[in-house]
């Protein structure tokens, strides 16, 4: 482990399941909120500790949004960016929302790329999410004004083991090698790492913060109402709440002459939602 690592890292309880950062030693703690259940307890974790630590006000809350399809959808849940807003403000906290400077929405970088994502390309969240992220923490990290050292930023996700493999060998807390720099350590922390679904609902419940509606209606997972890497009962709930939505993927489909996934066109995630 590196020193800029073990700067962060809290002695607090060495039989404690995952390590976390000593937020009292960073300078901006950033909490990336997508609407989703995952980043909402992830929201609620680093507030309690941030209390603990009696930091709460170096916390600020990130939304980026994915933007409005050529057609006008919102490509991530219509109401995420509002709710993303008050699950802010229930802590009392800064809210800010930022998307790409250079894309209008997730939807016009596929057309232009000319092919959907997928699970070994994700340009989706490479460019969408990673790069707007990192333009946030330039920003946040020019505002901090820490000159005699690196400014010490932690951001925090809502990634949980159980959603990949990948995401099951990380650990809690890491160094952003590519995000640090001479100015910046960042520190990349994910408290609810090892939590399974059920501690995370029970934690929503006990918390009383609002979460999305589309959890209502079927949905096991949040981000963009029709993600490439959803499953096909996401995929196909998603179809049946916004047939619009589906249906501009689909033209895309005809347009790229590329399928949504390949063994899954949005052809037949749209077929699959009206048998359903
Ligand atoms: S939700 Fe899915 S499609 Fe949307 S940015 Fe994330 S990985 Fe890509």
Redesign the pocket.
């Known amino acids: 482990m590196s020193a800029a690592q073990l700067e962060l890292l809290t002695a607090r309880d060495t039989c404690a399941p995952d390590p976390a950062p000593d937020l009292a030693e960073a300078d901006r703690i950033i909490v990336s909120v997508s609407g989703g259940k995952d980043s909402q307890v992830a929201l609620d974790e680093t507030v309690r500790q941030a209390d603990d630590a009696g930091v709460r006000d170096r916390i600020v809350v990130l939304h980026i949004d994915?933007g409005r399809t050529p057609r006008g959808h919102t490509v991530e849940w219509p109401g995420t960016v509002e709710l993303a807003r008050r699950q802010a403000a229930h802590y009392g906290l800064p809210f800010e929302v930022r998307r790409s400077l250079k894309w209008p929405s997730?939807v016009h970088r596929i057309r232009a790329r000319g092919r959907f994502?997928n699970f070994l390309n994700?340009f989706?969240?490479a460019e969408?999410?990673r790069g707007v992220s990192g333009r946030f923490i330039t920003e946040q990290v020019a505002a901090l004004r820490v000159t005699d050292r690196p400014a010490r930023v932690v951001l925090v996700m809502g990634m949980r083991a159980a959603e990949s493999r990948a995401r099951a060998r990380k650990t809690a807390v890491e160094v952003d090698r590519r995000a640090s720099s001479g100015r910046r350590t960042v520190t990349l922390w994910y408290p609810v790492l090892r939590w399974s679904t059920a501690e995370v609902w029970q934690r929503i419940h006990d918390s009383g913060v609002p979460y999305h509606w589309a959890y209502d209606q079927g949905m096991s997972r949040l981000?963009?109402s029709l993600?490439?890497?959803?499953s096909i009962p996401d995929l196909t709930c998603a179809a049946r709440l916004r047939p619009e939505l589906a249906r501009e993927y689909a033209d895309l489909e005809i347009e790229m002459g590329q399928p949504f996934r390949r063994e899954l066109p949005m052809a037949e995630i749209i077929r699959r939602a009206g048998a359903a």
Not at 227 to 230: R, S
């Open positions: 994915l997730l994502p994700r989706c969240t969408m999410k981000s963009c993600c490439v890497l959803g």
